[in-house]
């Protein structure tokens, strides 16, 4: 998220929940195009390493169900 926009994120944090949203949202999208359905887990940070506001989403996918896939194009 560029640093531009982190003050009206701080000003509407629900706004971080969104960002939460749109990072799972991108890869079930990908995963739904190739009849995937993998396992997502999201955090939000807000502040980063120096502590100051620095929004930020965390975001892991199991491999599960992309290897089955790779395994049957092959």
Known sequence: MPCEYWPIIRANRWLLGE???LAAD???T??????I???VF???HTW???QKWHPHVY???TAGGISAFIAKTL
Not at 30 to 35: G, H, M, Q, V
Request: proline share 4%.
């Open 19 to 21: 960002m939460n949203q």
């Open 26 to 28: 991108v890869i079930l």
């Open 30 to 35: 990908i995963c739904r195009d190739l009849n």
């Open 37 to 39: 359905t993998p396992g």
């Open 42 to 44: 999201t955090a939000i």
């Open 48 to 50: 980063g390493r120096d």
């Open 59 to 61: 975001f892991s996918t």
